[in-house]
């Protein structure tokens, strides 16, 4: 863990079952809840042991029908990021920048060989976390920490130290940059600059190692499919912005995290709950050789209420709410908090009862949250630039650009500049990525056309530059992420309509009924060639649409599978209702903040397996005698 973070239940995927999946091989995965900054055991992309049937078309066909009419975009506000700039320069940034310049000049003199680049970059982080359990307060912790993570390149621009290392073992060093150091929390100048002296030695002596057996290796190994350069050549930029600071009210909170939590004590059914605020203001430094000098501050505050339950056939429960924004004022009130958690509840009583999802194939909506980790994760991770040159990926798309990989009506972008989409704040956005690049709006797909990649400074097939995608967590090595990821039909239906085209299409297809994913809690995804190219997004709420025209029945214990290339060409219809699902994607960089957009989607064919249900018996002993805490009704308008 990271000196200083926190870790508060990382990933919500406790049973053995999704354990399992985050241990095997390299795993990436998007969760909606994790918090703190802790760096797990994921490097590069699970194996996952599940793929869709039938046959994979090599390109995508058109969509079956009427796609609707012209649909508007989501209302999204934008921010440039070069604006608000122009603040002083702080005594411990100018400090970083000196020992830089003095480091890199003594290393260009005397090392053999010497680094052509070096970049520091600086994470200030305060962090509260408050949270309450039954009722009851169970943490209230505030803490700072700051960390500096130093990157150094021998070589060159064309051929460096970051290359990876063809072997039949996985390249750990081509991922973890290092344990990041502490620096002091002042800006001392001969304090900070002595951590830096030391990390330019430490790095600058590793990478020099690496590099001698890479140039080594070339002798030995075939040529590469991909033989972009190692690095872009980019603007410096030069930008001071404000540092990030938030006041939490500690004591008002305390009582509010205890009174939301209460509503789950007295729930004989409900094993085990829990409410947490957690609050962090990050202010972040980006300096390097090329001249760039980057302060960027940003904050986020995060509710999330979590809660889980067990079948009597065993099957754990989970459902959780979560609730982000860059401010206490932009932040869901706590009436709305209540609500959810009220829903909470009631969810797992029905879960409980509610039948086993038998093995399926047809059709299905994937509501708007459910549709865009659906996208998140058979897309957005295959068109991160560095998987493309990566000859252990299955470069899924590598070769695809110009030719159309889903319906002509879809289109993709990625865009972290995206504050806000609607009332929503966006988890993924940011001014400048962790190598001191301006975030863009990167064009994905338009048309159902691929259009281009995800790129951080590491050049790809035909493309030469950054598009301010580069991110990681402290302590790795900065690779192509998403940040806000949003999919854009151009024709759209009503609601209503989807569901009509649901049955209508069961009914074509021979099945009782259709599928309703509503919510999901993340998913998992394999890029590898080393297993098979398949996807699985874990869904919490699924119901049974009856052709029929019952009312919708709710089933447990569904797991959504396939194959990217047949489940993006299987998508008939989409819908106008935009929503975003925030959390938090973990892959070979580490945990970063992401979020996903997307309407409702109608897909043709999807298939569902049954998840490991698990063998314990719900607990013999009734709960103790309690009273339930008085609930009050919050006021509306209460933040």
Sequence with gaps: MVPGSQRVDTSRLRS?????LQRSLRGARLSAVYVGVAALGCAGVAALGCAAQGTVPTSAPAAVGDQGKPAAPPRAVRV???????????????????????GMAALTAKGKPPPYFIEDEVYDRNEVVISAS???????????????DTDIRVGDYKLDSTHIIRSSEFDFSSVMGGHPAAVPLDDDDGALRTVAWGEVDRRYKDAAERYVKILTQRTLKVAEEDPSDDFSREKAVTYIGARADITVDVPTWETRVRELSGRFRGQAEILDSQVTLQVVSNTRWVLNTEGTLVQTGRNYVRVFAEASA????GMELERFETFDAASFEALAGVPAMARAIDTMIADLKALRRAPLADPFIGPAI??????????HEIFG????????KNDEEGQTFAKKIGEPIMPS?????????????????????YRFDDEGVAAQRMPLVDGGVLKGFLLSRSPTRGFRQSNGHGRRQEGRAVTSRQGNLVVEPKLAVPVAELRRRLREEARRQGKPYGLLFRDISGGFTNTARGGPQAFKVLPILVYRVWVDGRADELVRGADLVGTPLSALSRIMVASDDYQTFNGYCGAESGFVPVSATSPSLLVQQIEIERRDKGSDKPPILTPPPQESPPVRAPKEGTP
């Design 366 to 375: 994937l509501e708007g949250r459910a549709a865009g980790v659906f996208f």
């Design 16 to 20: 053995q079952r999704r354990g399992a």
């Design 134 to 148: 039954q009722g009851a307060l169970v943490q209230s912790s505030s803490r700072r920490s700051r960390i500096l």
């Design 409 to 429: 009506f879809i289109s993709v972008y990625d865009d972290p500049t995206m504050e806000r989409i609607g009332d929503v704040d966006l988890n993924g956005f």
């Design 381 to 388: 991770h295959r068109v991160e630039g560095h998987r493309q």
């Design 310 to 313: 067990r079948a009597d056939d």
């Design 80 to 102: 440039d990021p070069l604006s608000g700039g122009g603040l002083a320069q702080p005594a411990g940034l100018t400090a970083l920048a000196a020992e830089l310049a003095r």
